[in-house]
Each structure stands twice: as C-alpha cells, then as structure tokens.
C-alpha cells in the first residue's frame, strides 16, 4: 500500500529534523497550543500505537480506547490522556516513537487497503487510516519545524493530505451544523515537483487556486488562509477555506492570521 510508504516517509522526515535535538530541546514550546515538542511527540506516538491497534488486534482497540472516550467526554485534555498511558520523556520517547511508527508501517503495508479498522466514530478502511497518521504527522511536525525555523522541503506524497482535504468538503460543513454547499471548488494546484493536480470540475465559479502545500496547511489549520498565497474565487470556496478541517473531532477554529508561522530565529 503506497500511502504506508507515503506514511513511513513523512515519519522519518520529521525524525530527521529532531534528530539533532538533546534531552533539553523536547521541552521546547511550539505555536500548536503551546504544545511541546515532546507532547506532540507522545500525541503522534499515542494514536500511531491506536492505528496499530485497531488493524492488527481489534478487541484489544476496544479495550484501550474506551478509557480513552470516557476520559475525552469528562472534559480532559488529551496531553494528559496521553501522559497516562505513555509517561516516558525526552529521548527515551523519541526512541518508542522510532520503533512505533516503523510498526505501524510494517503492520498497513501488508494490509488490505480496503480493510475496514475501527476508529473514535465510524469505521475507515486501512487506507484512510494510514493516510490520517501520514497527516498528522505532517501537521504536527510543521510546529516543530516552525518553532525550530525550518523551512521543510515538500514532497508530492502530500497529495494523499490534499485527496483527504478535498474528500472532507462536506465535513467542514456538517461539523459546524452548516447546510453542505452543492458545489465543491474546483482545485488547480501545483505539486511540490511542480505537476498540475486538478479536482473537480473546472466549469463552475467556485475554485482555489495556488501551491498544494499551502492547501495541505490550510486543511489541517497549520495556517490561516490569510498566510497563504492561495487564490479563492466564490464565496463557497472562500468560507471553505476560512474554516477547512480534514481531521475528526469538534468544530476547530483555524489559527488567527500570523499565529503559526515560521519563527525568526535570533
């Protein structure tokens, strides 16, 4: 299954760009909620070993995550669900999180892309599930990235968080309790090796047009539309993208404009 290895890639670029770092540099504020490195760490290694779970031993998913429910609808946060269930630090959870992601790959590489996995609402298959692990990670390695100065280098494996983009439309809509517009944007974006990727029907009025990545970033709200070179034509395309969200949960709120951004460094 190719996004497994799409999946492995993007692990082991943001392993490589902490691969530097020491016991010290984990606890390290970012711009994502004033997360830690080390708590976006243990939040990515947390549900990688939930994704492992729910594909390769189901009764045990449902066993593990039930707590995990309960405690999210009692009103904790999920740093400390997550603290709970995996307490260790620094590089000792770098290191689990190095053997967990690689697991995970190994697991989704041998698995029927149209398997169903259970998840926190309705089932997917092994291919979104993967898909979604490859997203978070990307997302959450940009604060890291940004809080470290870093400008990553892109690659064209980010089309499987555009495809989930595009596919959750209808979801930025629904889970704000908004009607579903009829028409979707027609997309006209550039890869970062440069190709032409096209979603949807260019014949309409509403469009976005502009770099994948910056498309990517909007979607898993790493920046606000307004720090972004995209082109919106329509007023669809224009609250879409004022409140896009690719992920489950509750209605976010994007970042305000400049919050999340690449930080200066001294």
Not at 37 to 59: C, D, G, Q, V, Y
Not at 72 to 78: C, D, N, T, V
Not at 175 to 186: A, D, N, S, Y
Not at 205 to 232: K, M, P, S, W, Y
């Amino acid at each position: 299954m190719q996004q497994a290895s799409d999946f492995l890639a993007e692990s082991e670029a943001l392993e490589r760009l902490v691969a530097p770092l020491g016991e010290a540099d984990f606890s390290r504020s970012t711009g994502f909620k004033s997360w830690t490195f080390e708590t976006i760490l243990r939040h990515l290694h947390f549900w990688n070993h939930m994704a492992h779970l729910s594909l390769t031993a189901p009764e045990d998913f449902q066993v593990a995550f039930k707590p995990v429910m309960e405690a999210m609808l009692s009103g904790k946060a999920l740093p400390e669900i997550e603290m709970a269930r995996f307490p260790a630090t620094g590089l000792t959870l770098l290191a689990r999180w190095q053997t967990g992601f690689r697991q995970v790959f190994d697991a989704f590489s041998h698995a029927d892309p149209s398997a169903r996995v259970a998840w926190a609402g309705p089932s997917m298959s092994a291919r979104s599930s993967v898909t979604a692990r490859q997203m978070e990670t990307w997302a959450h390695g940009q604060a890291i990235a940004d809080e470290l100065g870093v400008e990553r280098k892109e690659d064209d494996r980010i089309r499987n968080i555009v495809v989930l983009g595009v596919n959750t439309f209808g979801w930025t809509f629904k889970v704000r309790g908004l009607p579903v517009p009829e028409e979707q944007p027609f997309l006209a974006l550039t890869s970062p090796s440069g190709e032409s990727w096209a979603f949807g029907s260019p014949d309409g009025a509403q469009r976005i047009v502009g770099d994948a990545h910056e498309f990517a970033q909007v979607v898993t709200q790493t920046r606000n539309i307004a720090d972004t070179q995209l082109v919106c034509e329509g007023e669809v395309a224009k609250l879409w993208m004022r409140n896009a969200q690719c992920f489950a949960g509750g209605p976010a709120e994007p970042p305000p404009p400049g919050e999340r951004r690449i930080r200066r460094q001294s």
